[in-house]
């Protein structure tokens, strides 16, 4: 059975960093396009980030998130992280990890349940 | 960045309807365009992807058209279930983005 279940979230200063992590189990991240979604309270979806599959590791990030999150995947844990830095108030979401397969195009076939992250003094 | 459009923003109707919602990109996503849904407090769940294939699971009152710019979504009879926002994704370049979203109620 496909799970992933997303942790590390919480609450952190503005400025702050933070290390969101996204367990996965019934399939292997490496071969998939893992991504994260976040939704701010109220709002609609912002896709932030995806790690395409196989040994290249190509990394892109949303322009909202560019140069302050990293993506990173750990094949032995069968693990997918979001690293955080440099957190504004607007960073405040739910982020949910997704499994993400190719047919033309990527589509994003099962999510976590999400994680909150909250930016605030 | 591509742009991803919906309308309506909301939509009212009944458990029996015929529905559409309409997504439109600011260039051509060919067929790279996919469908979720989402209830309160749940993540979303696929629909369809590359403009017009069901996902496994997903009931066939579910349908999808289009490429090029303009994408729709519709579903031929509601049932209370579907009641959820809607959201379509482009997958043709990153960063890959989403619609606002379609709010469907009752």
């Known amino acids: 059975e496909v799970q992933l279940v997303e942790s590390g979230g919480g609450l952190v200063q503005p400025g702050g960093s933070l290390r969101l992590s996204c367990a996965a189990s019934?399939?292997?991240?490496?071969?998939?396009?893992m991504t994260w979604v976040r939704q701010a309270p109220g709002k609609g979806l912002e896709w932030v980030s995806v790690?395409?599959?196989?040994?290249?590791?190509?990394?892109y990030y949303a322009d909202s998130v560019k140069g302050r999150f990293t993506i990173s995947r750990d094949n032995s844990e069968n693990t997918v992280s979001l690293h955080v830095r440099s957190l504004r108030p607007e960073d405040t979401a739910i982020y949910y990890c997704?499994?993400?397969?190719?047919?033309?195009?990527?589509?994003?076939?099962?999510w976590g349940q999400g994680i909150p992250l909250t930016v605030s003094s | 960045d591509i742009q991803m459009t919906q309308s309506p923003s909301s939509l009212s109707a009944s458990v029996g309807d015929r529905v559409t919602i309409t997504c439109r990109a600011s260039?051509?996503?060919?067929?790279?365009l996919n469908w979720y849904h989402q209830k309160p407090g749940k993540a979303p769940q696929l629909l369809m992807y590359?403009?017009?294939t069901l996902q496994s699971g997903v009931p066939s009152r579910f349908s999808g058209s289009g490429s090029g710019t303009d994408f729709t979504l519709t579903i031929s009879s509601l049932q209370p279930e579907d009641f959820a926002t809607y959201f379509c994704?482009?997958?043709?370049?990153?960063?890959?983005?989403f619609g606002q979203g379609t709010k469907l109620d009752i």
């Open positions: 997704a499994r993400g397969k190719w047919v033309q195009g990527v589509h994003l076939d099962y």
């Open positions: 260039q051509s996503i060919s067929t790279f």
């Open positions: 994704h482009q997958t043709y370049t990153t960063p890959y983005t």
């Open positions: 019934g399939f292997t991240v490496s071969s998939h396009y």
């Open positions: 790690i395409f599959s196989g040994g290249g590791y190509n990394t």
């Open positions: 590359a403009a017009s």
